[in-house]
């Protein structure tokens, strides 16, 4: 399982764009720090079909599972300009650079209307975190919110992506894809029970939010007391 959290990696140095190989000018892009653009560069450089997947740490709140043998991924440092031709998609947050984790929580917290809104971070924190609600045009929109920041989006390679909120435990689960060759399918079970069973080779890329991540690993945690 991957060790590394948004809390750990380090500083926003530029930004991780993943495409399909059919759809090279329609990458994700996902602000990422220096740890995470040397894995990148390090895998891609030893790659092999064996390897399968792989999972970056980004500093918007996702992890990226993706088969680097089925993606363009490609690196673009904080002073270079995107691409030509690609518009540079991103998510419907005013976060370019990346938040951090406890932002990201207290505007979960907000949308879905939490009493631990008024509890988490400092008056600063939430004060950012409203901002950052505010000029991405979510204030009236909790549910879109809510939906973003803990929802999993699996991308399959026919351009299909499946968005659903998962159980915990199924997100600790996809996270030991990585580098294991041996697993041919994936569980997604979603919150409401119903659980999909998957073909890893007919996927690309998934990504996971990282506050469900973590939240996830404190309840095993808890367990384990």
Known sequence: MSKHTAQTVGRFCGHAGLARMDAPTSSEWF??????????????GTYCPSDRWIALVT???????????????????????????????????????????EI??????????SAE???????????????????SDFLDRPEALDAYLRHTRVHFSSGQIIECQLDHGCLLELLDIEGDADV???SIRQMDGVDRRLPL??????????????????AVLEECE
């Open 201 to 218: 080779r007919k996927l690309v890329m998934i990504d996971l939010p990282l506050i469900e991540i973590e939240a996830a690993r404190s």
């Open 59 to 101: 500093l918007s709140n996702r992890m990226v599972l993706a088969d680097p043998g089925q993606m363009m991924i490609s690196l673009l440092d904080d002073a270079d300009e995107w691409p030509e031709g690609d518009p540079g998609q991103g998510g419907p947050l005013d976060d370019y650079a990346g938040i951090s984790l």
């Open 184 to 186: 041919q399918f994936v």
């Open 104 to 113: 990201y929580r207290i505007m979960a917290a907000w949308a879905e209307r």
């Open 31 to 44: 602000p990422i720090p220096a740890q995470t653009a040397n894995k990148i560069e390090e895998v891609t």
């Open 117 to 135: 809104f008024e509890y988490l971070g400092s008056p600063a924190d939430r004060a950012e975190a409203l901002s950052l609600i505010e000029s």
